[in-house]
């Protein structure tokens, strides 16, 4: 086989044998390289203020990327315009009310291609006095269900004990002393204002209710695919909340750095209709519909599964799984539509898990341990793998070829990677441990050895690295996807301030952005620092040819300065694609 290409664009595979290869007999790729990858302009960013004890309602940030942008740079929204950036148009502000250019069609966006509106009042592009903010819909606080619905037990769990831990270097709470396994100089800190890049927040948009947490985000229906070399053309973005189990749906087609809400579908529609609450990750499905995953019901019990939005019109259609196959619990889900195959991992019993982790909750069913795999079509529970007690298998990723029949599942309190394949076996699964990272030895920490958290995974577009966030130990890691199935470590990033938690990859492979929250009553109990100075944004430079992660001094994105306080920042995506969009058949 002909050695890959580099990371410079994405790649079209064709399988020449079997697409289930096992150690031993690889599978053998012809790698066509396409039309370069578009490097991302924006970014979108769910911040959530529950936990903070601040009383505002969550929002979806959008964040400038690309420095050669002509919106690269603009300074955040003022305090008093809550959802509006400085500039809410596409347009160069270069160009905006500069004599001469009136009558002169202006640049158009080249994520959504409209021509500019008009500027804002007020808005640094324009010498007019300000207006009066836009009025929005009244937060309504905290959820309540109608009469006779079902609870919301453990949606907004009391405050846990513990002093702050200064430094970031995670607390173990509940009254226990600070870790003192880790020296002042491994503790790393928070960046300061003087490595601050031009990144900037340019515009926000607040949810209408509060304490909803937000925290994962998923594309609608997707029409083309860089795989073809065609524009990709994301215009719908799914927010399903973790704790309130409303589902927001995002227009990001209309203006692309000036989303609004154009659907909401409330927690009751969800409880009864589903008997489902605590939605985490979504995806879209081959057949154009929106798959959302669950944790529990709405009491707050463990049981998986999923539940379905209609693609056009974004309607609840109901429960996707059969009602007595539902798993015990759950939380990510990828599929492969050309094997028909669709792998969940579990989770954890959310009116547990939303007290905070406590040790006593080991060995008692609270975290989960199954990896479960179902027919795509017939929508059945197949197969079901234990990875061991309490190992929380979280981050579940498929390989992007479509012809791929393998990927990798993150265990977050064992520290073990799993990669499951198709055996051969016709239509059977199988799993092997590939990565373990040994826990620490750290006294007076809330357990005897502090394990390597595994957050999130990340799998580049040609399928030649594995990226790892220990959220805990604070590192990140890069492995090389070798053909004996053994991933090799060929890049460390160790000094990543709080812990990093959600990753999202370019599509040519070169930038890593990171995130530091993981799930706002957990920050709170291992990184109380985190939850009072907000969560930053950061860039990783990659090295796509030997290997390799080095920090962007240049780039940084600060939520701690946020017009109405610090929050806290996790799922990252682009309109343009990502590495954590499924490939479609």
């Avoid at 709405?298 to 209609?310: T, Y």
């Avoid at 669709?342 to 006593?360: E, H, I, Q, T, Y």
């Avoid at 929380?392 to 520290?415: D, I, K, M, N, Q």
């Avoid at 290997?547 to 240049?554: A, D, F, I, Q, Y």
Wanted: glycine fraction near 10%.
């Amino acid at each position: 086989m002909a050695a890959p290409r580099k990371s410079g664009g994405s790649f079209r595979r064709a399988v020449r044998s079997s697409p289930g290869s096992v150690r031993g007999s690889p599978a053998r790729f012809e790698r066509a390289f396409v039309s370069p990858a578009p490097r991302e302009e924006v970014a979108y960013v769910t911040c959530t203020y529950r936990s903070t004890g601040i009383d505002q309602p969550d929002f979806l940030a959008t964040v400038d990327l690309n420095p050669r942008s002509c919106h690269y740079g603009q300074v955040p929204a003022p305090a008093g315009l809550p959802g509006a950036g400085s500039d809410r148009g596409c347009a160069p502000r270069a160009l905006r009310g500069r004599p001469g250019n009136q009558g002169k069609p202006l640049p158009l966006c080249p994520l959504c291609s409209r021509p500019p509106p008009a500027p804002l009042r007020g808005s640094p592009n324009s010498g007019a006095a300000p207006s009066p903010s836009r009025e929005l819909p009244k937060p309504r606080g905290r959820s309540q269900p109608l009469s006779g619905a079902p609870p919301i037990p453990g949606a907004l769990p009391a405050p846990l004990g513990g002093s702050p831990n200064p430094g970031g270097s995670p607390s173990p709470s509940r009254g226990l002393p600070s870790p003192r396994g880790r020296s002042p100089r491994d503790v790393p800190a928070r960046p300061g204002l003087s490595s601050l890049g031009r990144a900037q927040v340019i515009h926000r948009l607040p949810m209408p209710n509060l304490k909803d947490e937000l925290h994962c985000a998923g594309w609608g229906p997707v029409c083309g695919c860089f795989d073809s070399g065609a524009a990709s053309k994301r215009t719908k973005l799914v927010l399903p909340c973790l704790i309130s189990s409303r589902i927001y749906v995002v227009d990001v087609g209309s203006q692309c750095r000036a989303p609004r809400i154009c659907k909401m579908i409330e927690p009751v529609d969800v409880f009864w209709k589903c008997n489902k609450g605590y939605l985490s990750v979504t995806h879209p499905l081959p057949n154009g519909d929106v798959l959302v995953a669950n944790m529990g019901d709405p009491a707050g019990n463990g049981k998986g599964g999923f539940v379905v939005l209609d693609g056009e019109t974004f309607e609840l259609k109901g429960n996707w799984e059969n009602e007595c196959e539902a798993p015990p619990t759950g939380y990510d889900f990828w599929y492969q539509a050309r094997h028909n195959v669709l792998v969940s991992s579990a989770g954890m019993v959310p009116k547990v898990a939303g007290r905070g982790f406590n040790p006593d909750d080991l060995k008692k069913g609270v975290f989960g341990r199954r990896l479960n795999v179902w027919n795509l079509s017939c929508r059945s529970l197949t197969q079901c793998f234990d990875l061991g007690e309490d190992s929380l298998p979280l981050t579940v990723r498929f390989l992007h070829s479509p012809e791929a029949a393998e990927g990798y599942v993150g265990c977050a309190l064992s520290g073990a990677i799993f990669r499951f394949y198709k055996s051969c076996e016709r239509d059977n699964w199988a799993v092997e441990e590939v990565i373990r990272i040994p826990a620490k030895d750290v006294s007076g920490w809330i357990m005897p050895k502090m394990p390597a958290f595994i957050a999130d995974l990340v799998i580049s577009q040609d399928d030649r690295f594995l990226y790892v966030s220990n959220w805990l130990h604070g590192d990140i890691r890069q492995y090389e996807l070798s053909r004996n199935c053994k991933p090799r470590l060929v890049g460390q990033c160790k000094r990543v301030y709080g812990g990093p938690a959600s990753l999202q990859l370019s599509l040519d492979g070169k930038r890593l952005y990171v995130t530091n929250s993981f799930y706002s009553t957990w920050d709170r109990q291992f990184y109380p620092s985190l939850v009072k100075e907000g969560s930053v944004m950061l860039q990783l430079d990659v090295d796509t040819d030997k290997g390799g992660l080095t920090v962007n001094k240049n780039f940084l994105v600060d939520f701690g300065k946020e017009p109405n306080g610090p929050c806290l920042a996790h799922e990252i995506r682009f309109p343009g694609g990502d590495a954590k969009s499924v490939t479609l058949p």
